[in-house]
């Protein structure tokens, strides 16, 4: 009998014989169509009371691994992602390529967080650039020209964009304490590349670029049920720039509170 069973089995029988107790003091007769209501009315208050108190009781670890690997190798790699028994080893395996510098850890997010409370981790860096540009300012004898190139203009507006990774967390174990629901919205932002663009050309007749930056996002949002321990290929994605894929792994772990 699992600690949820246990504990309804010893209130519900309490209850009832409080219940029983009460009725015979009344002098009313026994009936069992009246126990039995009584007796699911409080089976369903009790379920929810125990529901809260296992809820309370643990705590979740969650990590997610987002690694980028050679797609030759990926593509290699990937059949033991998905498949539930070799999973394990083929992580242990990324991680030893890490080391070996044979693949790019992106980052390895963890946070901890009470059952059925929302947690939320980032590590972000700020990338800040220019959106509006204008003719530099006469200064020290420079007079803007009629028909300006790119060297004759100046940023007049900025805007900053967030890079890097968030991990966004909700663990509810299961009453039974054997499973956990686990519904997260991992991302990675990156700046992948500054691209030139073609605004006009000048009064020589030479282009005109300038230079904006591309960011790349891997997002992906889901609920999974996992076992204490178990790992799960989330996701994978397309990394065009480095002719990789890019992995999710989440693992999610029970901790009961004291240990």
Known sequence: MNLRSALLSLTLLSSLSSFAGAQAARGEPANQATLEAERQRQVAEREAHVARLLKEKWQV???????SVPQPIALELLPSLRDGSKIEATSQRLVQMIARKEARLIAWPEVVTQSGQRALTEGILEERYATEFGL???????RPPAKPDSADLAPTAFETRNTGTTLE????????GGSILVSLVP???????????????????????????????????VS???????????ATFEDHTANALVFF?????ILPVGN
């Open 249 to 253: 792994i989440v693992q999610a772990e």
């Open 169 to 176: 967390v909700e663990a509810v174990v299961a009453p039974d």
């Open 61 to 67: 670890r969650t990590n997610l691994l987002m690694v």
């Open 136 to 142: 530099r300012k006469a200064a020290d004898g420079f």
């Open 224 to 234: 999974v049920r996992l076992l204490s321990g178990q790992q799960l290929l989330l």
């Open 187 to 221: 991302q990675h932002v990156a700046l992948a590349e500054m691209k030139t663009h073609f605004t006009g050309k000048n009064s020589a007749g030479a282009d005109i670029r300038l230079d904006q930056p591309q960011f790349r996002t891997m997002k992906t949002t």
